[in-house]
């Protein structure tokens, strides 16, 4: 790697890294092909929001879908900023201060100056700003997953701060644990591409969520439960179509690099275990109900991409196929089991992320002889303690501060006028479902 | 190509291909380049899929959104498991069995250990598991052309049947032909990305399906055609949109490398001949009908695609406008056509697909002075007798094991209330439309 | 560079760059990535346009929808057309004729033949190919921006005449005055990836469009304005999320190379830019109207995009924010401005891409010490100057020899019924709005 010294990138201008009289070397090269796949995987990831933003919205009812497309529109926003401002640096601490459980690189985004920067920075793989862009897209997902389980019925500037402060401090101090160095990487804990760190993390405030803020108006009755119907299936259906799509780049891009051999293995555990998901899913939902679920089926391939993730690097393909199928028959069951303790996720959002999120970091310590069983549950019960502990602090503090819930006249008549004033399908005649 | 031995890809760990103590050399790092561009590909024919579903369902009626959709992620799931448990090793079987006909190299997915699964395996272009994730994107796309087809009166189960045995059998053992080095492929017939090994083979079962279940009810009557207007059209929009993004790794990808020269010229051929499908769709509807018609305008993009499918890497840019014009005027004609016989094509998928399938394929024998019209036509020929006869067989089975048609009070009531009990827009006034 | 001398693309067969005797070379490879970086780039632009198609009609009304789609799809086919026909050559000429204000390289695309086509076409970065065909779909989104202001009142035919000319002739002869290496860019106007260039283009003939055609009828009364309420808002979000996903290709794309400094340094001023789009019109519409507008929150990140695209690459990620930031208060400013004087623009395109894009222009002379505010000023006077006279010029012609507006009463009823005679929505229970 002798190219010369690069101007800092911060600069007005930015120096091209080719641009030297020397000849490119051949790492140089692949320095540009690992760092432009690292890129490609970060707008995979960024559509992953339009994802979120399009399912949630579908499987919840006409009446509150402004409210549930303003939250997801802000939630990118929100998490890119604050990581920014801070959560990088609290995921990446590069040392800890209190003993590899909690660590803080300063605030903002300061690249290192000149070739330390770009082709020193990650074993010549990508840049420094490639490394943050990459987990930025990531971070915002959490909060988004909880959206899902507290729609319908949240006040929007109570989620927002919810959000903002679960994104900008809880996310990336639980990930700098294995992530960023900390305890659990030191003692071999294993999440590939965040089954644990980023869905389960999401899913567990999600579970907190639903619980302190009870049920929707109208979902459980003395005799039972009554389905509450999305409003538009083919808008979730795009919604995990995309999904799925940017999940070649959630996991595709947590290789660190474009390395031939482990990007293709993942994208084949990835798509295997997806499809495993969708007939785990209609095999189980079709058995109990006697028809087939369209919303089941969708869940079910989420089901198996939450499930994989973990792992997607070290499981082999036939094993994937085997972790999506029992991550569709998971999900399926999970569903009813909430739906019967009587716990209210509009979208499924606690059996997606959460269930098949501990699913799927168990699964490594099962299906692959690398790693412990036994580590993989501390890694879990880890999380789970730290993202429930601090999610129903968060919370209580809003509900205390500024309260947390709808009035039921409004979240009879829909958030969409009770709390914007506006409607989504303006001009639709439109029954309102309760 | 000097590396050295890595270890096998489906043991647990997967060897870094450049963490070894040598340099990369220049091969290994266009390889790199060259598997992630198959990977890019392969994540774009992905979202075909959903192009699939949201056109197919826009244009349909809304009693029967749930069960397209439903149909759509179940056949990308199928289509994916069965591509991995037989299809790939009956397309690319190594050796023939049946005098090129034929040959089948086992069951599930084997990737040869060591190096020769790595860079040794498709001439330092990509690794095995890119070729099968790339091939099997493509599978799963005969049968979802199928799908529009029939859409609207078809049995869930039996097209899940059909679509199955089709998909895990038909097409590869008919792509095997020219893909796997078979017969056709040593005539000199030439398919570059599938006019007839993707698009036909499913246009002929779908010419088979239609005709085999009959019309909708209230689609024909003595004086005439009446038009069931698609309940979307943004979402056709939608679907139209990403069927022709998603296009750009279906040709794109077809290149087989990430070579300059010829996908950047494939980039050029695909994308003009897409433009000039929507100006002749556009020129010969609006004549014929005299006013602008979207639903043939969109069609008319599609028609140039496909048309220009067979030799997007050797048709001028020059000629790829006049191919893709000409598609475009036949898929209008060919519509027109349809409806003039009675069959009923719900979504345009014959023409589209069948059509210009045929269309592009022989263009190739017209428009390239390297290639044979009459070996053209003998392919067209040979694959549309072969579906013709397989799709027979298959349907009449079904038909009489299972039954294919659903009661004509279903029909009217639509399949989603009737297989799914499921509404795609709860809480929406929808008026039943015959 | 010692590559075998190729045969002329043009022909029948692509020769393959490295299917020559000698082995691959390091700077082949960089060109390789460098050139599919770009394709992906390319991709990436094309898929904007289904953003503007969807972002478009989810923001007008059920009646119009039809007739918006029909626009979206025409003016992406007519725009790639127009500029393999003339376009290209005339933003790109080489020489110029009359004194770097105007050029023509000829009609046609004609690629340089063997190598010099190849990688000695731009300095080893990209074949001809695809400088071509990245630059092709960046031209369409010039008069798809137009299509916005001027939607629900006129006439197809007459927009479809506008967009064609204005595309073919106006936009590439703007644009050789910067890209194509003519005056303003001697001056050293700065223009990255086309805030000046491509949005305000748009914009001045979007303004312009909307004051000839008038407002729509019942928008603005005696004593103020009634809003016009868009008819399907996660169709709008669909758009917006898709738009700043394009435009990871569309900045992405304008560093003409996949080198690693630049492009994630572009990546990341971009996504800032978008999401303090996001607070900065969230802050200031929340502030004003004690309500969270769903619809200027989202015009909001895509007036920090159009903010940051003049300098994305020169801009640090902090002034990135602050642009971003700013560009989300003036989008909605803007908005209200345009109400106060009565010019009826119903997506708010000429402040999103005209206000914004002026905005970016000029911030690049405020928070680049490179670049001179005075020059940047110049430059936004001279193209707004020449986009003004122009557009005025072809509007009025076309008013003059076709008309523009359809009739009072098929605007009532809708243009999708009066030109179209077709339902976006057939089926649905639909009011109509005026």
């Known amino acids: 790697m002798k190219l010369k010294i690069l101007t800092i990138l911060m600069c007005v201008s930015v120096n091209n890294l080719f641009a030297s009289d020397i000849s490119s070397t051949t790492d140089q090269v692949l320095f540009t092909i690992n760092n432009i796949w690292m890129l490609i995987a970060t707008f995979l990831v960024f559509i992953m929001h339009l994802g979120f ?30 990581y920014a401002i801070c959560g990088f640096n609290l995921m990446y601490p590069g040392e800890f201060l209190l003993g590899n459980y909690f660590g803080f690189a300063g605030w903002g985004i300061t690249n290192p100056p000149g070739i330390d920067g770009l082709v020193g920075y990650a074993d010549g793989a990508y840049t420094y700003f490639t490394d943050f862009i990459f987990q930025a897209m990531f971070a915002a997902t959490a909060a988004t997953i909880v959206s899902g389980a507290v729609a319908e019925r949240i006040r929007l500037s109570s989620f927002l701060v919810f959000s903002t402060i679960y994104v900008a401090f809880i996310y990336p101090i639980a990930g700098s644990w294995k992530w960023g160095g900390g305890w659990l990487d030191q003692l071999g804990f294993y999440d590939f591409a965040g089954s644990t760190l980023v869905h389960s993390v999401g899913g567990w405030a999600a579970l907190v969520g639903a619980v302190v803020l009870g049920p929707r108006v109208g979902k459980f009755h003395k005799n039972g439960t009554i389905p509450i119907m999305g409003h538009n299936l083919p808008l979730a259906t795009i919604g995990v179509f995309l999904l799925w799509f940017g999940w070649y780049g959630f996991n595709g891009g947590s290789v660190l690099s474009a390395d031939p051999g482990p990007v293709s293995f993942v994208f084949v ?5 997806a499809a495993a998901g969708v007939v785990g899913a209609m095999t189980v939902s079709w058995s109990i109900s006697k028809k087939p679920d369209l919303t089941m089926v969708l869940n079910g391939s989420l089901a198996g991409l939450v499930g994989i993730t973990a792992g997607a690097d070290v499981i082999t393909p036939m094993y994937a196929v085997v972790i999506g199928f029992i991550a569709g028959l998971l999900v399926v069951l999970s569903v009813l089991f909430f739906d019967r303790i009587r716990i209210d996720d509009p979208v499924g959002a606690i059996s997606v992320h959460l269930t098949c999120g501990i699913w799927g970091t168990l699964a490594v310590g099962i299906f692959s002889s690398e790693y412990s069983f036994l580590t993989q549950l501390l890694g879990v019960v880890s999380f789970g303690s730290f993202c429930l502990v601090s999610a129903l602090v968060i919370f209580y503090g809003i509900k205390m501060i500024m309260g947390l819930r709808v009035s039921e006249e409004e979240e009879m008549i829909g958030l969409d006028l009770g709390e914007h004033e506006m409607e989504a399908y303006a001009g639709f005649q439109i029954f309102t479902v309760e």
């Open 53 to 82: 933003a399009t399912l949630e919205s579908g499987l919840t009812r006409a009446k509150n879908t402004v409210n549930i497309l303003f939250k997801n529109i802000s939630i990118i926003a929100i998490g890119l900023l604050t």
């Open 269 to 273: 555990t990835t798509t295997l275990a």
